[in-house]
C-alpha cells in the first residue's frame, strides 16, 4: 500500500539553525500538507500546497516557515531559524483531491518527524 | 470558523465491551468529518470519513461512526473493543463550502482497553 514517507524520523538542531524537513508523498496525490503536534497539544494545519503554489497557511506558518516541492516526488518544510517553540512533531500529508467540488479524499499522513531545538 | 470538540481526555472500556468516543463539531457550512488514530510513535491513520449520504459510516479495523447532523455529532463507534485498540483518536472537520483544505482536529481522545 503506498505510503507518504518522511526524513528525517528525528532531527536535533540549535537554536537559530536552519532546518528542512523531507517528505514523499504519495505518487498520484495532487495536494500536500504539512502538519505539526506540539508534545500533548492537538493537531495543527500549517500549509496546504497545490499546483505549485500555497494554497492555504496558518498564522503559524511565517516568514519563517517555506515550502517546496523541488522535483515530482519530494516536498520539503523548511524553518530558517528555530527557535524552542518550534519543537514539535512535524507530519506531512498528502491527498489525491480536495474538497470543493470535486469530492473530497482523505489526506494520508506520513509518520512524522520529531523536531528538538536546544 | 471550523471548529472540533473531544469532551473526554481518556476513555476507559474492557475488551469485548462496546466503546464510543466523542466528537462534536461546528462548521459554517456542510462539513467533511474524519477520524484518525494515532499509535505511539507513529503517525495518523485514516480510519474512516463522512461526506454524504448514509448517517451511518463504516471504516477500518470494524469502527464505524454516526453523523448526527441536528446534534452536530459525529461519535466513533466499536461494538466490541480490543487491547490493540488501545491508542490516541482524533476528530477532525473540514468545511467543504469554503474550498479550503485544511483539516481541523480535536484535542484527542486516549482509549484504554483493559483485558
Known amino acids: 500500500e503506498p505510503e507518504v514517507t518522511q526524513t528525517p524520523s528525528h532531527q536535533v538542531t540549535q537554536m537559530g539553525q536552519e532546518v528542512i524537513l523531507r517528505c514523499v508523498p504519495i505518487?498520484?496525490?495532487?495536494?500536500f500538507y504539512w502538519y505539526r503536534q506540539i508534545l500533548g497539544q492537538k493537531v495543527e494545519f500549517l500549509v496546504s500546497?497545490?499546483?505549485?503554489?500555497?494554497?492555504?497557511k496558518s498564522e503559524i506558518f511565517d516568514d519563517q516557515f517555506s515550502v517546496e516541492r523541488p522535483d515530482g516526488s519530494n516536498f520539503t518544510l523548511k524553518i530558517r531559524s528555530t527557535k524552542l517553540e518550534d519543537s514539535a512533531m512535524y507530519f506531512c500529508?498528502?491527498?489525491?483531491?480536495?474538497?470543493?467540488?470535486?469530492?473530497?479524499?482523505?489526506?494520508?499522513f506520513g509518520q512524522g518527524t520529531r523536531l528538538t531545538v536546544v | 470558523a471550523q471548529s472540533v470538540a473531544q469532551p473526554e481526555d481518556q476513555v476507559n472500556v474492557a475488551e469485548g465491551n462496546p466503546l464510543t468516543v466523542k466528537c462534536t463539531y461546528s462548521?459554517?457550512?456542510?462539513?467533511?468529518l474524519f477520524w484518525y488514530v494515532q499509535y505511539p510513535n507513529r503517525g495518523l491513520q485514516f480510519l474512516l470519513k463522512?461526506?454524504?449520504?448514509?448517517?451511518l459510516v463504516k471504516g477500518s479495523y470494524g469502527f464505524e461512526a454516526e453523523f448526527n447532523k441536528s446534534q452536530t455529532s459525529f461519535h466513533l463507534k466499536k461494538p466490541s473493543a480490543l487491547v490493540s485498540d488501545s491508542a490516541l483518536y482524533f476528530c477532525?472537520?473540514?468545511?467543504?463550502?469554503?474550498?479550503?483544505?485544511?483539516?481541523?482536529f480535536g484535542t484527542g481522545t486516549r482509549l484504554l482497553v483493559s483485558p
Open positions: 500529508a498528502s491527498s489525491r483531491s480536495g474538497a470543493g467540488g470535486f469530492g473530497s479524499t482523505e489526506a494520508f
Open positions: 462548521v459554517s457550512g456542510n462539513p467533511y
Open positions: 463522512y461526506i454524504t449520504g448514509d448517517n
Open positions: 477532525a472537520v473540514r468545511d467543504m463550502n469554503t474550498g479550503f483544505q485544511k483539516l481541523v
Open positions: 500546497f497545490y499546483n505549485n503554489e500555497i494554497s492555504e
Open positions: 505518487s498520484n496525490h495532487l495536494y
